[in-house]
Every structure is written in C-alpha cells, then in structure tokens.
C-alpha cells in the first residue's frame, strides 16, 4: 500500500517539476531585465503557462475536467492581458520614439 502510494506521488512530481522551472524561469527573466519591457512581458507570460501546465498536470493525475476549465479561463486572461499591454506598448512608442522602461514615469499626468 506505502509502496502504492510513493509511486503515485512520485509520477506526479517529475511534470509538477518542468512547471515549476517554467515559473522560476520567468522570476528570472523579470528579476534580471529591467530594461526592455517586451522581455517582461514575455516573462509574465511564461509564469501564466507554467501554472497552467501545472493546472492540467494535476488535472490529469486528478482525472477531473475543472483544472482543464481553468486552465482555459487563465489562457484567456494571459491572452487580453498580452493584447492590452502590447497596445499600450505601441502607443507609448508613438508618442515616445521609445520603449525604454526608464522613460515610462514620464507618461504621468
């Protein structure tokens, strides 16, 4: 039965491993460049699909559809907040020449 169970939780953990290091790669990629914000926002976006590799692991192993569900609903978030920043990327390069994070407290009113 002991020996049942840690070969359960040993085939979850190998995948729950590969999200965890997507997420900590995107920790890293915002951590590390301050500079360019298309690389932080890309960044994000790594964090968004590591939770949601890890939402359909346990979705899987769980045999249940709800972390398939939210995983879609997380899609759909990461997909209007990539679209929103993007715009507001484009506009601030109209406006600036620029995309230089340094030069984004300006913008204030």
């Known amino acids: ?6 070969t359960m939780i040993l085939d ?10 997507l997420f900590l790669i995107g920790v890293y990629g915002i951590f590390t460049n301050r500079k360019n914000i ?15 590799y890890n939402f359909l692991v346990a979705s899987i192993y769980l045999d249940d559809l709800n972390g398939q569900i939210f995983a879609l609903l997380v899609l759909t978030v990461a997909a209007a ?14 406006a600036r020449g620029s995309i230089a994070i340094d030069f984004i407290r300006l913008i204030k009113g």
């Open 81 to 94: 907040e990539s679209a929103i920043g993007l715009a507001l990327l484009m506009i601030y390069f109209r």
């Open 12 to 21: 979850i953990l190998s995948p729950l491993d590969v999200g965890f290091y």
């Open 38 to 52: 298309i690389i932080l926002l890309m960044a994000i976006e790594i964090m968004l699909l590591a939770i949601n």
């Open 1 to 6: 039965m002991i020996n049942i169970l840690f």
